[in-house]
């Protein structure tokens, strides 16, 4: 006999809590630290069998590349205090990934402009 799937959303519950409490440490530890002052995160993604979370983020800092080696820097004491928030047995790894959206749906726009005016 099969074991029955299980259509649960709770990769999609814990990756939303990771975000949400991720965010309040950005807030609370970093906010005067001049390059994660920039930082929004605008989505998670549970990985891994809920081991890992994909934190997308979005910044007004052009320098990306110094803004994702400075949250790679501090990621290890926002998972020590992520462990210190959170109500679960294990906490999950997490990871910061741009999410380069904005710029896609701009060039995009930019694209369908210059088609219209042809």
Known sequence: MTKKPINSNRGNRIAAK???????????????????????LVGAVAHGGL????????????????????????????????AARIDQKYVPDIRFAYDDTLERASRIDMLLDNLSEK
């Open 18 to 40: 990771v975000q949400t409490l991720v965010a309040e440490i950005l807030r609370d530890k970093y906010s005067d630290d001049p390059i994660i002052a920039g930082v929004s």
């Open 51 to 82: 081991q890992f979370v994909r934190l997308f983020y979005y910044t007004r800092n052009a320098d990306v590349a110094r803004v994702q080696a400075r949250l790679d820097d501090i990621t290890r004491s926002v998972r020590y205090e992520l």
